[in-house]
């Protein structure tokens, strides 16, 4: 019996494996260089061929031919199945259509949700602000314990500035700076992450990060150093700030799907609203790390005040012109 599977199995291969050989070496090449990159011959047949080996797969597993030569046609009819259908979209191709397209577009069709996110930032440093000059000691209650430095109310105007400038070696705002993006960074992979649960968690943390950003800038403006401040901040603050309210957008934007499916079911609309938001949260991730290189370059390499306010203020305009008329449809 077993004899007699091994003499069908090689007759069976004997008529086709002239075939299933060609085949092999197209699937190779569409492989190495992409589908385009074949002949119109070897686009044909790779067709044809295809279309053949599934067939003799088909016949094979029927007639119960034996496992090494099923194994053989699965793998090859596997391989010319994603050459023929699989998307033939190269990874530049597929980051070029995401700044050129699909992200922008994605802003634009959750704009209600990113303008919250920026709401809550806006509702929670303007809370920050006025209570800290309501009664210094709201500071502390905002400040994560640890990161002051000596940098609260019972500083000096003369300790806050030579900090700002970095005057006497001191490195005060570096080390707050490395903080601060540490924990902004934290901040947006838990407002999107969280934001599911019924959005809530997602919006008060962002308000929350708004506390802090306000009450420290009132310090400051307080002992007359806010224009120096702001532009210390500016340089990298407006991208990674930004980043933040959009992650608290996508977060918001999956949590409205649990909430407001609508006539869909909560699943789908999850899974729908998911799109999305995942592109939000790749753009916070970029911004994030854009916040980086600036903090990291800009505030060794950039000394003027003025300067930073128009690096920080600038790179946020084009960041908004990106995400407002780029990949537009023309009609």
């Not at 909430?259 to 991730?285: I, N, S």
Request: proline share 2%; hydrophobic share 50%; net charge positive.
């Amino acid at each position: 019996m077993e004899n007699a599977i091994l003499i069908r199995s090689a007759r069976f291969r004997e008529e086709r494996e002239a075939d299933w050989a060609r085949l092999e070496q197209i699937v190779a090449v569409a492989e190495k260089r992409g589908i385009h990159s074949l002949s119109y011959d070897d686009a044909r047949d790779l067709a044809t061929l295809y279309r053949q080996a599934a067939n003799s797969l088909s016949v094979a597993r029927e007639i119960s031919l034996d496992k090494a030569l099923l194994r053989y046609l699965e793998a090859l009819t596997a391989r010319a199945y994603l050459a023929v259908y699989a998307p033939q979209e190269r990874l530049g191709g597929l980051v070029s259509r995401f700044f050129l397209k699909s992200a922008p577009q994605a802003m634009r069709r959750s704009a209600i949700f990113i303008l919250l996110g920026f709401l809550a930032m806006g509702l929670g440093a303007l809370a920050g602000y006025l209570l800290y000059f309501e009664d210094p000691a709201w500071y502390n209650v905002f400040m994560p314990a640890g990161l002051a430095g000596g940098r609260g109310p019972e500083a000096s105007t003369e300790f806050l500035r030579r900090v700002i400038y970095q005057e006497g070696g001191h490195d005060g705002l570096g080390a707050f700076a490395t903080f601060l993006f540490s924990h902004n960074t934290r901040i947006a992979i838990f407002v999107f992450g969280l934001g599911v649960f019924a959005c809530a968690p997602a919006f008060l943390l962002t308000f929350y990060n708004g506390l802090i950003f306000g009450a420290f800038y009132a310090l400051h403006v307080e002992r007359g150093l806010g224009w120096d401040i702001a532009g210390w901040l500016s340089i990298h603050g407006v991208t990674e700030l930004s980043a933040i309210c959009i992650a608290c957008g996508g977060g918001l934007k999956l949590g409205s799907a649990v909430l407001f499916p609508g006539q869909r079911l909560r699943g789908e609309a999850l899974r729908q609203e998911g799109k999305d938001a995942v592109k939000l949260a790749l753009v916070a991730g970029l911004m994030l790390f854009a916040a980086a290189v600036l903090e990291g370059f800009g505030r060794q390499l950039v000394q003027d005040m003025n300067t930073r306010l128009i690096i920080g203020w600038g790179i946020g305009g084009l960041w908004l012109a990106w995400f407002v008329f780029v990949g537009r449809e023309r009609t």
